[in-house]
């Protein structure tokens, strides 16, 4: 029989698991490799569909066991929903963000931080403010200034080689990250891998695009490479997306075509939710660069045949 941990030193091991990843390094990557998987080394996707987005949402959670499977005592959580643009179909749902908050705070999280280099207009204007405020959550809102971004080797990356990750993430134990599936202008798809460019300093994004990055494909290759690469060095805890309603064209900032197959999808494995996602807009994952060059990284699995998904109505 294994020795008990301590809740203590439990909590102290989680906070390693979830922000060590930021730190880069080969055991690092170890960790990584089975970020996605359950006990079984399955990997698991928890999908629901309904018209009541919180509920979908709490569901999706607990079809993988409950946030305090995910959230030790007293951790300090923070959120990364997308808040881009108010158009609809472009940003996280205040229910969503809802239902998660008071998830964390039910599992016995002792802070909950949304955490963004956004300005607060983009809250405001899509009524995510008002739904982490009266939630008892914190916003979070850093400059773009490179003194709020702390510089982050990769040792894995192909096109990125220094990361500068947000500082304000470091005061926190895990991260959730919290995006919502749609289409981009250059990749075709947005989800829980782009999403950590939130978390990236805006200057060191730029360098993902180069000329012609919508048109171009090995302008193209680069971004996704670059998007894949941060992923190596950041590891959210959990991923819970919004594929409730979205735009299919005009990505990232709409306004564009919408399309509303009502599903919150969860899970921890961001290559099989993005995998999932991209054939709710019609699409193979393969197609997608970089869920391809994610799963060569070791991120998770790209063949929805080899991933277990849950699916569920409410």
Known sequence: MGKKIPRRDF?????????????????????????GWNSSGESVVSVVQGTDYMKSTLKAVHQLGG?????????????LPNAQSNHPGTYTKPEIVRAVIRMCKEAGASEVGCLSWLKMKNWEKCGLKKAVEEEGAELVLV????????AVPVPQGKSLQEARVMK????????IDMPI??????????????NLMGLNSPTCNRTFHKENWTTDPEALAHLDQCI???????KPRLCVVDATEFITTNGPFGPGKLLEPQRVVAGTDRVAVDSYCTTLMGMKPPEIIMIQRAHVHGLGKMDLSKVKVTETKV
Do not use: C, Q
């Open 11 to 35: 909590l102290k091991k989680s906070m390693s698991l979830g922000l060590g990843s930021v730190l880069g390094g080969p055991a690092v990557v170890r960790l990584l490799r089975g970020s």
């Open 67 to 79: 946030m305090s499977h995910f959230i030790p005592p007293n951790a300090k959580v923070a959120l």
């Open 143 to 150: 400059g773009k200034e490179e003194k709020y971004f702390k």
């Open 168 to 175: 304000k993430l470091y005061d926190y134990d895990l991260f």
């Open 181 to 194: 599936t749609k289409h981009h202008a250059g990749n075709k798809f947005t989800g829980t891998l782009k």
């Open 228 to 234: 894949a690469d941060l992923n190596t060095v950041i």
